[in-house]
Structure formats: structure tokens, C-alpha cells
């Protein structure tokens, strides 16, 4: 298992009491597969994600990241624990407008203290992967929508993360272009082993995951087969 969410309960302050955005929620995504998480806005994906990439800190229960248990590291640890292990893939793909393709995965791995020249090689490497080899030296304004999000997963990549978190990649795009992008996240999980947990409204490409959740009012139900089975 590459991320187990076990157990988790989240609260937020809320006026005079605490409002539950996770309650006792518990998600397995093993390496090499694809989970979508279903629900209504205000359901508890955002937070789920949340916590799945150490930003947030849970009331209870336990998150486990390539066999690392989360709640045991200091905060330092889980900055790291994210840089090399955690791939998050935003909404919007808030791209730096002065920066070409290759530019924005390189910044992202610049900590990394890896040689300059291995850090291109391997932006270049993921753009060929994502089907963007000709647009490296493209600024984001000279990029479609479409692109632009391809960037975003590219991004996610480059340190060569385990786990892969994606929130509603195809939300601004339009049915041909979200396609490209589900495809192409189905075969990155595949070829490089990943668990990507994706958070999507779009019930047109349940067919290319392997498993599918559901939340409602912070509660979480996975189904426990693969969705093309079913």
C-alpha cells in the first residue's frame, strides 16, 4: 500500500462548536492504481486531499505514505516526506507567467540539490511523457487550457513522486481535452507506478479507473472492486 487514509477525523473551528469536514474516513490506494473520489462541493474531497498530502493535520486517525506514518514526523520530515514522495496536481494550474515549460518543472525540483543539467534532462523527459516536447521553451500565455494542465501533471511528476493527488484536473476544460487528460493520468499511473487519488465531478470517465468513492457530509465509502468490474 502506497497511501493509506485510516480512520481520519478533521474538525474546523465553526462559531461556538467545531464543524466535521472528515469523519472516521478511510481510503487504500495501492501503487500502480487509480481511485476516483465522487461527491458534492462542501462534501469533504478537498479536505481529504488535504490531509492525504500532510498539509493539514487531522484530529485523528493515521496517514500513512509510502509506509512512512505521517502523525511520527516532525514537520520538517513531512515538508521532505511531500517533496519526495507527494505529487499534488491543482485545480488551476497556476503556472508562473515568466517561466517556460521546462522552467516550471525545473523550479519545482530545485531543492532537490540535484545537478542543473539533470534537472532539464528530466523536465524535458516528462513534457515528451505528457505529449509537450515541442512547447518547453512555451510561456504559459502561448499554451491552450489543455496544456497548460498537461504542465501541471508534468510538474506533479518530476520528483518522481509515489503518490499522485489530482483535484478536478478537467474542471476547465472541455469534454475532448478533460479526455486527453484522464488518458493520460490513467497511463502515468500505470507506467511509473503511482497512487493517484483523483477528485472529480465528471461521471463520463468512472470506466478508465480502477476503484471509485464516495462522500457525502464528510463521510467516505469505497467500493471495494475495481470500477470496471462492476
Given at each position: 500500500?502506497?497511501?493509506?487514509?485510516?480512520?481520519?477525523?478533521?474538525?474546523?473551528?465553526?462559531?461556538?462548536?467545531?464543524?466535521?469536514?472528515?469523519?472516521?474516513?478511510?481510503?487504500?490506494?495501492?501503487?500502480?492504481?487509480?481511485?476516483a473520489v465522487m461527491g458534492p462541493s462542501?462534501?469533504?474531497?478537498?479536505?481529504?486531499?488535504?490531509?492525504?498530502?500532510?498539509?493539514?493535520?487531522?484530529?485523528?486517525?493515521?496517514?500513512?505514505?509510502?509506509?512512512?506514518?505521517?502523525?511520527?514526523?516532525?514537520?520538517?520530515?513531512?515538508?521532505?516526506?511531500?517533496?519526495?514522495?507527494?505529487?499534488?496536481?491543482?485545480?488551476?494550474?497556476?503556472?508562473?507567467?515568466?517561466?517556460?515549460?521546462?522552467?516550471?518543472?525545473?523550479?519545482?525540483?530545485?531543492?532537490?540539490?540535484?545537478?542543473?543539467?539533470?534537472?532539464?534532462?528530466?523536465?524535458?523527459?516528462?513534457?515528451?511523457?505528457?505529449?509537450?516536447?515541442?512547447k518547453a521553451g512555451k510561456r504559459p500565455?502561448?499554451?491552450?487550457?489543455?496544456?497548460?494542465?498537461?504542465?501541471?501533471?508534468?510538474?506533479?511528476?518530476?520528483?518522481?513522486?509515489?503518490?499522485?493527488?489530482?483535484?478536478?484536473?478537467?474542471?476547465?476544460?472541455?469534454?475532448?481535452?478533460?479526455?486527453?487528460?484522464?488518458?493520460?493520468?490513467?497511463?502515468?499511473?500505470?507506467?511509473?507506478?503511482?497512487?493517484?487519488?483523483?477528485?472529480?465531478?465528471?461521471?463520463?470517465?468512472?470506466?478508465?479507473?480502477?476503484?471509485?468513492?464516495?462522500?457525502?457530509?464528510?463521510?467516505?465509502?469505497?467500493?471495494p472492486e475495481p470500477a470496471a468490474a462492476?
Open positions: 500500500m502506497t497511501l493509506l487514509v485510516h480512520d481520519v477525523t478533521l474538525t474546523y473551528p465553526d462559531g461556538d462548536g467545531r464543524l466535521t469536514a472528515l469523519d472516521a474516513v478511510t481510503l487504500d490506494a495501492p501503487a500502480g492504481t487509480l481511485t462542501g462534501s469533504g474531497k478537498s479536505s481529504l486531499l488535504a490531509v492525504a498530502a500532510t498539509l493539514v493535520t487531522p484530529d485523528a486517525g493515521r496517514v500513512v505514505v509510502a509506509g512512512r506514518d505521517t502523525a511520527r514526523l516532525s514537520a520538517a520530515e513531512k515538508s521532505a516526506l511531500r517533496r519526495e514522495e507527494i505529487g499534488i496536481v491543482f485545480q488551476q494550474p497556476n503556472l508562473l507567467a515568466s517561466l517556460t515549460a521546462a522552467e516550471q518543472l525545473q523550479v519545482m525540483a530545485h531543492l532537490s540539490g540535484r545537478p542543473a543539467a539533470r534537472l532539464r534532462r528530466r523536465a524535458l523527459e516528462l513534457l515528451d511523457a505528457v505529449g509537450l516536447a515541442d500565455h502561448q499554451l491552450s487550457g489543455g496544456q497548460r494542465q498537461r504542465v501541471n501533471i508534468a510538474r506533479a511528476l518530476m520528483n518522481e513522486p509515489s503518490v499522485l493527488l489530482v483535484d478536478e484536473p478537467t474542471s476547465a476544460l472541455d469534454h475532448e481535452r478533460g479526455a486527453a487528460v484522464l488518458d493520460l493520468l490513467v497511463n502515468l499511473t500505470r507506467e511509473r507506478s503511482t497512487a493517484t487519488v483523483l477528485v472529480t465531478h465528471d461521471h463520463a470517465h468512472l470506466d478508465r479507473m480502477d476503484r471509485t468513492a464516495t462522500m457525502a457530509d464528510g463521510r467516505l465509502t469505497q467500493s462492476r
